[in-house]
């Protein structure tokens, strides 16, 4: 069974910072690009995050360019998160995910219907 458990998330006030990870297990995504995205009350999924299979390439949202960054490690077939200097409009449940689709060495997506499979997310809850 696949399966992607987010962990990491929290309450933390304006300007701080938190580590998300997304475990993966049931079949290596090693090969393929990954996500992360977020869905506030009342708010379409909306991409954060991606990363190419690995690691070489990665990409961001503009409101999260700078603060966030995204990583993955193979041999603990994690994938991470790290957020600094958050600000209350990143209060948001936090979602992995990974695609089967390959569009070459360097692709990854922002288009959350190419993803396969998620985790059922982390909530991070930012205080002003």
């Known amino acids: 069974q696949v399966q992607l458990v987010e962990s990491g998330g929290g309450l933390v006030q304006a300007g701080g910072s938190l580590r998300l990870s997304c475990a993966t297990s049931?079949?290596?995504?090693?090969?393929?690009?990954m996500g992360w995205f977020r869905q506030a009350p009342g708010k379409e999924r909306e991409f954060v995050a991606g990363i190419n299979w690995n690691g070489g390439t990665t990409g961001y949202a503009d409101s999260v360019r700078g603060r966030f960054t995204i990583s993955r490690d193979h041999a603990k077939n994690t994938l991470y998160l790290e957020m600094n200097d958050l600000k209350p409009e990143d209060t948001a449940v936090y979602y992995c995910?990974?695609?089967?689709?390959?569009?070459?060495?360097?692709?990854?997506?922002?288009?959350?219907?190419?993803?396969?499979?998620w985790g059922l997310g982390t909530q991070v809850t930012v205080s002003s």
């Open positions: 995910g990974a695609t089967l689709r390959y569009d070459g060495p360097n692709y990854y997506s922002r288009d959350s219907h190419e993803y396969a499979y």
């Open positions: 049931g079949r290596s995504f090693s090969s393929h690009a």
